[in-house]
Protein backbone atom coordinates (compact mmCIF):
# COMPACT_ATOMS: atom_id res chain seq x y z
CA UNK A 1 0.00 0.00 0.00
CA UNK A 2 1.56 3.66 -0.86
CA UNK A 3 2.07 6.24 1.37
CA UNK A 4 -0.57 8.04 -1.07
CA UNK A 5 -4.40 7.51 -0.80
CA UNK A 6 -5.67 9.09 -4.00
CA UNK A 7 -3.72 10.32 -6.85
CA UNK A 8 -4.91 12.25 -10.36
CA UNK A 9 -2.82 12.10 -12.98
CA UNK A 10 -2.89 14.51 -15.77
CA UNK A 11 -6.55 15.12 -14.81
CA UNK A 12 -8.45 17.27 -17.68
CA UNK A 13 -11.79 18.56 -18.07
CA UNK A 14 -13.53 20.25 -20.29
CA UNK A 15 -16.74 21.74 -21.17
CA UNK A 16 -16.95 22.40 -24.92
CA UNK A 17 -14.34 24.38 -25.91
CA UNK A 18 -13.82 25.56 -21.91
CA UNK A 19 -11.28 23.69 -19.80
CA UNK A 20 -12.11 23.46 -16.48
CA UNK A 21 -9.26 21.59 -15.21
CA UNK A 22 -6.06 21.19 -17.09
CA UNK A 23 -3.54 18.68 -16.41
CA UNK A 24 -3.60 18.64 -12.95
CA UNK A 25 -1.72 16.19 -10.58
CA UNK A 26 -2.27 15.93 -6.98
CA UNK A 27 -1.40 13.39 -4.89
CA UNK A 28 -3.59 13.02 -1.11
CA UNK A 29 -1.13 11.60 1.71
CA UNK A 30 -2.78 9.13 3.73
CA UNK A 31 -4.03 9.69 7.07
CA UNK A 32 -3.60 13.62 6.59
CA UNK A 33 -6.02 16.62 5.73
CA UNK A 34 -5.91 17.90 2.76
CA UNK A 35 -7.63 21.18 1.21
CA UNK A 36 -8.10 22.11 -2.11
CA UNK A 37 -8.61 26.27 -2.54
CA UNK A 38 -8.75 28.87 -4.92
CA UNK A 39 -10.50 32.48 -6.17
CA UNK A 40 -13.31 32.24 -7.92
CA UNK A 41 -13.65 30.34 -11.18
CA UNK A 42 -10.18 28.58 -10.27
CA UNK A 43 -11.53 24.90 -11.11
CA UNK A 44 -12.35 23.48 -7.09
CA UNK A 45 -16.26 22.56 -7.72
CA UNK A 46 -14.74 20.69 -10.49
CA UNK A 47 -12.28 18.75 -9.48
CA UNK A 48 -14.04 17.77 -6.05
CA UNK A 49 -16.67 16.25 -8.86
CA UNK A 50 -14.44 14.75 -10.43
CA UNK A 51 -12.28 13.22 -7.66
CA UNK A 52 -15.80 11.62 -6.10
CA UNK A 53 -17.07 10.82 -9.89
CA UNK A 54 -19.96 13.03 -10.50
CA UNK A 55 -18.50 13.86 -13.58
CA UNK A 56 -15.94 11.75 -15.46
CA UNK A 57 -13.04 12.98 -17.04
CA UNK A 58 -12.06 14.52 -20.68
CA UNK A 59 -8.17 12.83 -20.10
CA UNK A 60 -6.17 11.73 -16.93
CA UNK A 61 -6.58 9.34 -14.34
CA UNK A 62 -7.48 8.72 -11.04
CA UNK A 63 -6.05 6.35 -8.77
CA UNK A 64 -7.55 4.88 -4.88
CA UNK A 65 -5.56 3.06 -3.07
CA UNK A 66 -3.66 2.03 -6.47
CA UNK A 67 -6.43 1.15 -8.20
CA UNK A 68 -7.57 3.28 -11.21
CA UNK A 69 -11.18 4.48 -10.57
CA UNK A 70 -11.65 6.90 -13.19
CA UNK A 71 -14.02 5.17 -14.89
CA UNK A 72 -16.19 4.19 -11.71
CA UNK A 73 -19.73 5.65 -11.24
CA UNK A 74 -19.94 7.68 -7.72
CA UNK A 75 -22.15 4.59 -6.68
CA UNK A 76 -19.30 2.39 -6.78
CA UNK A 77 -17.06 4.58 -4.52
CA UNK A 78 -19.14 4.96 -1.76
CA UNK A 79 -19.38 1.39 -1.15
CA UNK A 80 -15.25 1.24 -1.48
CA UNK A 81 -14.49 3.51 1.42
CA UNK A 82 -14.85 7.29 -0.40
CA UNK A 83 -17.96 9.70 0.89
CA UNK A 84 -18.55 13.27 0.05
CA UNK A 85 -20.61 15.46 1.34
CA UNK A 86 -22.18 18.65 -0.55
CA UNK A 87 -22.18 22.25 0.13
CA UNK A 88 -25.83 22.10 1.01
CA UNK A 89 -26.97 19.88 3.95
CA UNK A 90 -27.65 16.74 2.59
CA UNK A 91 -29.80 15.31 5.59
CA UNK A 92 -33.51 13.83 6.16
CA UNK A 93 -35.15 16.70 7.00
CA UNK A 94 -38.19 15.24 9.01
CA UNK A 95 -36.13 12.02 10.10
CA UNK A 96 -34.71 12.07 13.62
CA UNK A 97 -30.58 12.92 13.98
CA UNK A 98 -30.89 9.11 15.42
CA UNK A 99 -32.65 8.09 12.26
CA UNK A 100 -30.66 9.74 9.51
CA UNK A 101 -27.47 8.11 11.13
CA UNK A 102 -29.18 4.52 11.15
CA UNK A 103 -30.02 4.85 7.90
CA UNK A 104 -26.65 5.72 7.15
CA UNK A 105 -25.58 2.44 8.87
CA UNK A 106 -28.39 0.22 7.30
CA UNK A 107 -26.66 1.36 3.82
CA UNK A 108 -23.04 0.22 5.30
CA UNK A 109 -24.94 -2.98 5.98
CA UNK A 110 -26.48 -3.81 2.47
CA UNK A 111 -30.05 -3.18 3.97
CA UNK A 112 -30.98 0.44 3.76
CA UNK A 113 -34.26 -0.55 1.31
CA UNK A 114 -35.65 -3.08 4.05
CA UNK A 115 -38.04 -0.90 5.21
CA UNK A 116 -39.95 -3.82 5.83
CA UNK A 117 -37.94 -4.86 8.45
CA UNK A 118 -38.73 -4.77 12.57
CA UNK A 119 -37.99 -1.71 14.80
CA UNK A 120 -36.86 -3.80 17.01
CA UNK A 121 -34.22 -5.53 14.91
CA UNK A 122 -33.16 -2.22 13.23
CA UNK A 123 -33.40 -0.37 16.56
CA UNK A 124 -30.00 -2.93 17.06
CA UNK A 125 -28.30 -0.15 15.16
CA UNK A 126 -29.64 2.22 18.11
CA UNK A 127 -26.29 1.92 19.84
CA UNK A 128 -23.63 3.07 17.08
CA UNK A 129 -25.90 5.73 15.85
CA UNK A 130 -26.28 7.09 19.09
CA UNK A 131 -22.32 6.77 19.14
CA UNK A 132 -21.41 8.37 16.17
CA UNK A 133 -23.96 11.21 17.46
CA UNK A 134 -22.12 11.23 20.51
CA UNK A 135 -18.36 11.79 18.73
CA UNK A 136 -19.90 14.83 16.64
CA UNK A 137 -21.57 16.27 20.09
CA UNK A 138 -25.25 15.42 19.05
CA UNK A 139 -26.29 12.83 21.52
CA UNK A 140 -28.83 15.27 23.26
CA UNK A 141 -30.53 15.68 19.99
CA UNK A 142 -31.10 12.50 18.94
CA UNK A 143 -34.73 12.72 18.64
CA UNK A 144 -35.26 15.84 17.75
CA UNK A 145 -35.79 15.69 13.62
CA UNK A 146 -33.25 17.26 11.31
CA UNK A 147 -35.26 20.40 10.55
CA UNK A 148 -35.74 21.19 14.20
CA UNK A 149 -31.43 21.54 14.01
CA UNK A 150 -29.53 24.75 13.84
CA UNK A 151 -27.51 25.17 10.42
CA UNK A 152 -24.14 24.16 12.16
CA UNK A 153 -25.69 21.13 13.66
CA UNK A 154 -27.11 19.73 10.83
CA UNK A 155 -23.70 19.99 8.87
CA UNK A 156 -22.48 18.21 12.12
CA UNK A 157 -25.65 15.81 11.64
CA UNK A 158 -24.32 15.23 8.21
CA UNK A 159 -20.54 14.59 9.19
CA UNK A 160 -22.22 11.46 11.50
CA UNK A 161 -24.30 10.49 8.86
CA UNK A 162 -20.38 9.77 6.81
CA UNK A 163 -19.00 8.57 9.23
CA UNK A 164 -21.81 5.84 9.65
CA UNK A 165 -20.68 4.41 6.51
CA UNK A 166 -16.99 4.12 7.97
CA UNK A 167 -15.39 6.15 5.01
CA UNK A 168 -11.60 5.66 4.44
CA UNK A 169 -11.35 8.75 2.70
CA UNK A 170 -13.83 11.89 3.07
CA UNK A 171 -14.32 14.93 0.71
CA UNK A 172 -16.14 17.63 2.41
CA UNK A 173 -17.17 20.33 0.13
CA UNK A 174 -17.64 24.09 1.62
CA UNK A 175 -18.06 22.49 4.96
CA UNK A 176 -18.01 25.60 6.86
CA UNK A 177 -20.16 27.67 3.59
CA UNK A 178 -22.87 29.84 5.35
CA UNK A 179 -21.73 29.56 8.49
CA UNK A 180 -21.59 32.10 11.56
CA UNK A 181 -18.32 32.42 13.70
CA UNK A 182 -19.29 30.15 16.36
CA UNK A 183 -20.64 27.68 14.06
CA UNK A 184 -17.60 27.48 11.96
CA UNK A 185 -15.14 26.87 15.19
CA UNK A 186 -17.37 24.53 16.27
CA UNK A 187 -17.01 22.19 12.83
CA UNK A 188 -13.33 23.07 12.66
CA UNK A 189 -13.11 21.43 15.64
CA UNK A 190 -15.22 18.56 15.16
CA UNK A 191 -13.34 17.90 11.64
CA UNK A 192 -10.10 17.73 13.70
CA UNK A 193 -11.81 15.71 15.72
CA UNK A 194 -12.91 12.69 13.45
CA UNK A 195 -9.88 12.99 11.42
CA UNK A 196 -8.14 10.33 13.24
CA UNK A 197 -7.75 6.80 11.14
CA UNK A 198 -9.05 8.29 8.07
CA UNK A 199 -7.88 10.95 5.47
CA UNK A 200 -9.79 14.09 4.60
CA UNK A 201 -9.72 16.02 1.36
CA UNK A 202 -11.98 19.72 1.48
CA UNK A 203 -12.87 22.05 -0.66
CA UNK A 204 -12.89 25.11 2.10
CA UNK A 205 -13.47 29.13 0.99
CA UNK A 206 -12.39 29.95 4.74
CA UNK A 207 -8.56 30.72 5.19
CA UNK A 208 -8.92 30.40 8.77
CA UNK A 209 -10.36 27.43 8.52
CA UNK A 210 -7.71 25.83 6.15
CA UNK A 211 -4.98 27.31 7.98
CA UNK A 212 -6.45 25.35 11.53
CA UNK A 213 -7.03 22.04 9.80
CA UNK A 214 -4.61 21.19 6.71
CA UNK A 215 -1.28 19.77 6.46
CA UNK A 216 -1.21 20.51 2.59
CA UNK A 217 -3.03 23.12 0.66
CA UNK A 218 -3.50 22.72 -3.47
CA UNK A 219 -4.21 26.39 -4.86
CA UNK A 220 -5.92 26.19 -8.07
CA UNK A 221 -6.06 29.39 -10.78
CA UNK A 222 -7.78 28.89 -14.09
CA UNK A 223 -7.90 25.11 -13.87
CA UNK A 224 -3.98 24.37 -12.71
CA UNK A 225 -2.62 24.03 -9.43
CA UNK A 226 -0.81 27.44 -9.06
CA UNK A 227 1.12 26.57 -5.92
CA UNK A 228 1.26 23.74 -3.15
CA UNK A 229 2.32 22.81 0.38
CA UNK A 230 1.82 23.64 3.77
CA UNK A 231 -0.27 26.91 4.92
CA UNK A 232 2.85 28.48 6.06
CA UNK A 233 4.71 28.50 2.67
CA UNK A 234 1.73 28.44 0.11
CA UNK A 235 0.55 31.85 1.75
CA UNK A 236 3.58 33.92 1.14
CA UNK A 237 3.68 32.96 -2.10
CA UNK A 238 3.28 35.62 -4.87
CA UNK A 239 1.62 33.69 -6.93
CA UNK A 240 -1.23 33.24 -4.78
CA UNK A 241 -1.37 36.43 -3.23
CA UNK A 242 -1.46 38.05 -6.90
CA UNK A 243 -4.59 35.41 -7.74
CA UNK A 244 -6.09 36.19 -4.42
CA UNK A 245 -5.79 39.78 -3.85
CA UNK A 246 -4.78 41.33 -7.18
CA UNK A 247 -1.10 42.51 -5.80
CA UNK A 248 1.55 41.66 -8.50
CA UNK A 249 4.34 39.28 -8.07
CA UNK A 250 6.85 42.45 -8.35
CA UNK A 251 4.36 44.47 -6.05
CA UNK A 252 4.81 41.77 -3.17
CA UNK A 253 8.46 41.37 -3.68
CA UNK A 254 8.89 45.18 -3.47
Known sequence: MTD???????????????????????????????????????????????????????????????????????SEIATKGIVRSFQISAVFPHLTALENVRLSLQTRLGVSYHFWRSKALLSELDAEAVARLDQVGLKEYAHLRAVELPYGRKRALEIATTLGLEPELMLLDEPTQGMGTEDVGAVTGLIGRVREGRTIV??????????????TITVLARGEVLAEGPYEEVSRNPLVMEAYMGVSAEEVEA
Open 202 to 215: MVEHNLGVVAELAD
Open 4 to 74: YILEANDLTKSFGGFVAVNGVNLRIKRGSIHAIIGPNGAGKTTMFNLLTKFITPTSGKIMFNGKDITNWKA
